[in-house]
């Protein structure tokens, strides 16, 4: 299963469903952030495996940069029988856990269940796993995700961000053309 959350952050004016994920704290490590974080908006105890370099989510449109962290979560813990989110003032955010495989499909129906929008990063981790589940040849694999997300997956949203790099800096390159 995939622990998925869903809010409203203001930029967006819609729920969003994504991945749990916040602002690593001064003196905290990505992964210590990334369980944290889970901790926290979802009240699950979980370990971090692995961890990206890191990454940009659209380097073309701004300098927004991420790392992304697998944190494995053991549902048969004792602590996570009946976890308790610990949300900061203001916070209301709701837990999702969704089967794989067919994430694409899981994605969709929770959406329209929740009338909310799902995060590009989240998308083309479902996306991933589709091509790559019609796609039987090995693609070099990017992070050290190999417990959870599969080559082909990985190596298809590295893609997805450097394409949207690629169409960013065209967008800034035609609009800088025009003034």
Do not use: C, Y
């Amino acid at each position: 299963k995939l622990v998925l959350v869903s809010h409203s952050p203001p930029p967006v004016d819609s729920t969003v469903l994504e991945l749990p994920a916040g602002l690593i704290d001064e003196g905290e490590t990505a992964s210590e952030a990334a369980v944290r974080e889970l901790r926290e908006e979802t009240g699950l105890i979980g370990s971090a495996v692995s961890e990206s370099p890191v990454i940009f989510s659209d380097p073309g449109m701004s300098n927004a940069n991420m790392r992304l962290v697998e944190v494995l979560v053991d549902l048969d813990d004792a602590r996570n029988i009946s976890p308790e989110q610990a949300l900061e003032e203001g916070e209301d955010i709701k837990v999702h856990m969704v089967e794989t495989s067919d994430l694409q499909q899981e994605l969709l129906d929770l959406a329209e269940r929740e009338e909310a929008v799902v995060d590009a990063r989240l998308w083309s981790v479902a996306f991933g796993r589709a091509t790559s589940a019609r796609d039987a040849k090995p693609l070099p694999t990017l992070f050290p995700f190999n417990r959870f997300f599969d080559k082909q997956m990985l190596a298809f949203t590295g893609a997805v961000f450097v394409s949207t790099a690629i169409v960013g800096g065209l967008v800034k390159a035609l609009l800088s053309r025009s003034s």
